[in-house]
């Protein structure tokens, strides 16, 4: 092996033993410069007393009219010696420790090399009187200030070095045992030993100390601070740097509906899975509330790669005084490759920015920043500004799309859909601003103005008609943890007169496993009523046999993903088949969602599914479309066909939860 191959291998090895190392906070620089200027000032005060301490034990060695013997009986010529010596070699390291153009460390070590020189002059002056030698332990505490292992490591190789090799050449100028004077370096290594438990305690103590302001108290994560400190340190190396900005999904309708108490133990379990999905060396941080930080110092692969997991890890559910509560997550991710600079600041808001698309992209997904991000984000605000302001100036609108029977078209019912018109974006799609009302409280007032406009709409049609005519309603999840819902559905019935079995609420299947207990709760309350409850978007989710059994539920509404592949045939028939036996075995009434085709329709009808929804019957439709379509029947001349009478151009099923 060459030179510069050990050479390599040593350094290596050197810096694979540093990163052992515990490390600290960083110090402020203000606080840093603060400190390191008293050191120095102690240093040079060392010295100068050295100095003094010289010469007058050189003076007193020396007595009067003994001439040359006197001499030689004296300190002799190193004494002499150390009368010059002492202050320069301990002032000798300060101009290093006082240049302002050189690093923390090398100016930290500069002064600590200064200090111990001082602690081992002190044990020659003293002809190593065991005392001297705690001079070494003072100044252990004194570059304790730094918080840094280099002071410390210049400190441990002065004393070992000092009292190995001077105890070799003058034993009994270090030593004041026969022990040590025999085998000096042995005593060396054991000096050395103290020194560095010594510094070992400070080390402790002061990273313990930092730890009570750098831990969450709730799950023991490391808090902002401490994810800042961590970061700045790593971008301050070389290499890619990742962050995860993790937050919870809905974890509002816990706190509301469990607890405070159920919340914080909900938080406790995320911080243990989140600890289980990280590497050895990623740091799990807790921001505040629901907000959840991975510090990844890696590439952009392995980033999404944890993720990913973090993703799978809170999918499943989580039990909670004796309960299962499910608690998605939306995963933002952002690395230094993509960021522009190397900056904390901004990998966190970067990350973020991708956390609030992937929120408003579905929630329980990951999204990577990618240039442009922080426009879209800003549209977004935009677009919640004007959101808050749709209801009252008029914006809002409900359509209506029938549910009809498969064997001959009728239309028993219909379902309520919220429509935005912009003044100046024209139509807005549901799935862009929906998600952005359950995200605010927008959703309380929206939902609640959406129930009573269709409530009224379904008993005028009913008086109209000559018949009952069905409404259905979708329900957020917002709304459903909320207590207010009970008095806004009983508000809304008695209001309009519409009888409570003419009116079901939707609720989509993720919500209602969730807190399958606290939705029971809730869903029975309203059933009370008189109300009919609908599991809308079935078999997306995790809900079975076994939650059916458990909630108050009259209706399951196959999702439209299943109901694409149907005229394909292969799985989602039998899938579709399966539900329906199902919901039949069950004594649940079943309805098919986005039927766009006679084939769909045929297959379904072979299955004994026996409603449905969809483009082939009609879109969602305003007021007075549906009166002209003769959907309802005595309201208006029917047309020729109910799917000609259409006019919106929105997306079929985007409603209101």
Known sequence: MSGVDRTGVVARRLGAVVALLPEGRLLPEEVWRRRHAAIVRLALVQAVLLAVAALVLEERSVVPGSGAAGAASGLGWLHALHVLAAPLLVALPLPLARAEHLGRKLRGGAAATSLFTASAVLVHLASGTTEAHFHFFVMVGVVALYQDWVPFGVGLAITVGHHGALGSLHPREVYGTEAAVRDPWLWALVHGGFVLAASAAHLASWRLNEQQGLRDPLTGLANRTMLGEVLAHRLRRPGPVSVLFI?????????????????????????????????????????????????????????????????????????????????????????????????????????????????????????????????????????????????????????????????????????????WHHPERGLVPPDEFVPLAEETAHIHAIGAWVLRTAVRQAARWSVAAGRPVGMAVNLSPRQLGDDEVLTVVAGALAETGLAPQQLTLEVTEGVLVRDVDAAAERLAGLRAMGVRIAIDDFGTGYAGLSYLRRLPVDTVKIDRSFVSGLAAGGDAAALVSSIVELARGLGLDVVAEGVETEAQASVLRDLRCHRAQGFLYARPLPVADVERSGLVPGLARPSEHAGAATTSNCPEGAHVS
């Open 247 to 419: 937050d919870l999904d809905d974890f509002k309708d816990v706190n509301d509906s469990r607890g405070h108490a159920a919340g914080d133990l909900l938080l406790r379990a995320v911080a243990d899975r989140l600890r289980g999905c990280a590497r050895g060396s990623d740091v799990v941080a807790r921001l505040g509330g629901d907000e959840f930080a991975v510090v990844v110092g890696a590439d952009p692969a392995t980033a999404r790669w944890v993720g990913e997991r973090v993703l799978r890890a809170l999918g499943d559910p989580v039990h909670v005084d004796g309960r299962q509560l499910y608690v998605g997550a939306s995963v933002g991710v952002a690395d230094t490759a993509t960021s522009g600079e190397r900056s904390a600041e901004v990998l966190l808001r970067n990350a973020d920015l991708a956390m609030y698309l992937a929120k408003a992209a579905g929630k329980h997904r990951l999204a990577a920043f990618a240039d442009g991000m922080d426009r879209a984000v800003r549209e977004k605000a935009d677009l919640t500004a004007d959101l808050a302001r749709a209801l009252a100036e008029g914006q809002l609108a409900v359509h209506y799309q029938p549910t009809v029977l498969l064997g001959d078209g009728t239309a028993t019912g219909f379902e309520a859909l919220l429509r």
